[in-house]
């Protein structure tokens, strides 16, 4: 009768693999095994995330949010730009007809306020106050 040797190495790979096999056995029940449901208690319970409520309306299905800051603008008789930072973004110069974002255009602009439409919505903006002009001449100032 033959007396059965293993060698160290053939060992240390049969234990090798032996251990894979455990660790995906393992891992195949533990990840194939259905996530358990959130009964309704659970899920009413948590509060609402204000950030994500906020994410949720900027980039979720529906309208556009628009959010434009008029810096100024400037009107002649035939002509009129404005200066808008649109959703902020960095303040740029548009005219009328450009589009200002995703479904909204740029229709007039008017002495106190620019007029967007969105969506199919007409938005009104206000300008900016103009500062009392300063007197003509020379002025004293108080020491």
Same mark, same amino acid.
């Given at each position: ?95 009328? !007809?450009?589009? *200002?974002?995703?479904? &909204?255009?740029? @229709?007039?602009?008017?002495?106190? +306020?620019? %007029? =967007?439409?969105?969506? !199919?919505?007409? *938005?009104?903006?206000? &300008?900016?106050? @103009?500062?009392?002009?300063?007197? +003509?001449? %020379? =002025?004293?100032?108080?020491?």
């Amino acid at each position: 009768m033959r007396r059965w040797t293993m060698q160290p190495a053939n060992a240390v790979l049969i234990a090798g693999g032996l251990a894979a096999l455990a660790g995906a056995g393992y891992w195949g029940v533990k990840l194939g095994r259905p996530l358990p449901a959130l009964s309704s208690v659970q899920a009413g319970s948590q509060a609402p995330d204000p950030a994500a409520q906020a994410l949720a309306a900027w980039f979720g299905p529906g309208d556009v949010r628009l959010d434009v800051v008029v810096s100024g603008l400037i009107k002649t008789a035939g002509r009129a730009a404005v200066v808008l930072a649109v959703n902020g973004a960095a303040p740029r110069a548009y005219v009328v !007809g450009d589009e *200002l974002a995703q479904s &909204a255009r740029l @229709r007039g602009i008017e002495r106190e +306020a620019i %007029i =967007v439409d969105s969506a !199919g919505r007409t *938005l009104r903006f206000p &300008a900016p106050q @103009r500062a009392q002009p300063e007197p +003509a001449g %020379i =002025v004293r100032v108080p020491r």
